[in-house]
């Protein structure tokens, strides 16, 4: 598979169960994720609905099956007014599509709409090992370094997992300008996606 098998566009609920089949092994076999239990379809409905009310939530089609090869979306960073220009990323990617360009695919239609929206940072919450082990590697950070994140802090042994202790890092990116009489951010549904997407 190259990116010329792929076609990117803004997920619906609808893709719930698709999403899930990319989310439900980082789950299960990895601490990228610090959720223990698979969430259900009727859940993840909800979490895509909720965070396409502010924020863009996007999916890599693959254009010959039609299945879901990755996905990624920004949410709030903190529930509190003066956060608004500051935003968390997520980011997961299927077996079939790492290697290929499409996390950083991904995230350059995610800086984009970001831009659009008023946004000026992009932050990062990634399970970080003291030791690398079968479950945690430092590719995330390393994926993150390498399009323009930089660490900010760490967090030790604040997540458990596997019967693991897992530290937490904290990546951001400026995208924007930081001014004093700062513009209130446009909510991804009042965006005009053409030329974005």
């Known amino acids: 598979m190259t990116l010329n098998d792929i076609d990117i566009r803004v997920a619906s609920p609808k893709d719930a169960d698709k999403i899930l089949k990319v989310y439900a092994p980082y789950v299960e076999k990895t601490v990228i994720t610090f959720e223990y239990e698979v969430p259900s379809v009727e859940e993840f409905k909800g979490?895509?609905?909720?965070?396409?009310?502010?924020?863009?939530?996007?999916?890599?089609v693959n254009?010959?099956?039609?299945?879901?090869?990755?996905?990624?979306?920004?949410?709030?960073?903190?529930?509190?007014?003066?956060y608004d220009w500051s935003v968390e990323t997520t980011i997961?990617?299927?077996?079939?599509?790492?290697?290929?360009?499409?996390?950083?695919?991904?995230?350059?239609?995610?800086e984009e709409i970001s831009?659009?929206?008023?946004?000026?940072?992009?932050?990062?919450?990634?399970?970080?090992?003291?030791?690398?082990?079968?479950?945690?590697?430092?590719?995330?950070?390393?994926?993150?370094?390498?399009?323009?994140?930089?660490?900010?802090?760490?967090?030790?042994?604040?997540?458990?997992?596997?019967?693991?202790?897992?530290?937490m890092?904290?990546?951001?990116?400026?995208?924007?300008?930081h001014v004093a009489t700062q513009p209130p951010i446009i909510p991804f549904p009042e965006l005009d996606l053409k030329g974005i997407l």
């Not at 979490?47 to 890599?60: G, S």
């Not at 990617?93 to 995230?107: E, P, R, T, V």
């Open 169 to 177: 890092i904290w990546m951001e990116k400026m995208i924007g300008e």
């Open 47 to 60: 979490r895509i609905e909720n965070t396409l009310k502010k924020y863009p939530y996007i999916v890599a």
């Open 92 to 110: 997961y990617l299927s077996d079939n599509a790492k290697g290929i360009g499409l996390g950083k695919k991904l995230y350059d239609i995610l």
């Open 115 to 167: 831009r659009a929206q008023g946004i000026l940072n992009m932050n990062a919450c990634i399970g970080y090992p003291e030791i690398e082990d079968e479950y945690l590697t430092q590719n995330s950070a390393g994926f993150h370094e390498h399009i323009g994140y930089k660490l900010v802090g760490e967090f030790h042994k604040c997540g458990y997992k596997f019967g693991r202790w897992y530290n």
């Open 63 to 82: 254009k010959a099956t039609g299945e879901i090869e990755g996905y990624a979306y920004t949410g709030t960073f903190k529930a509190r007014a003066a």
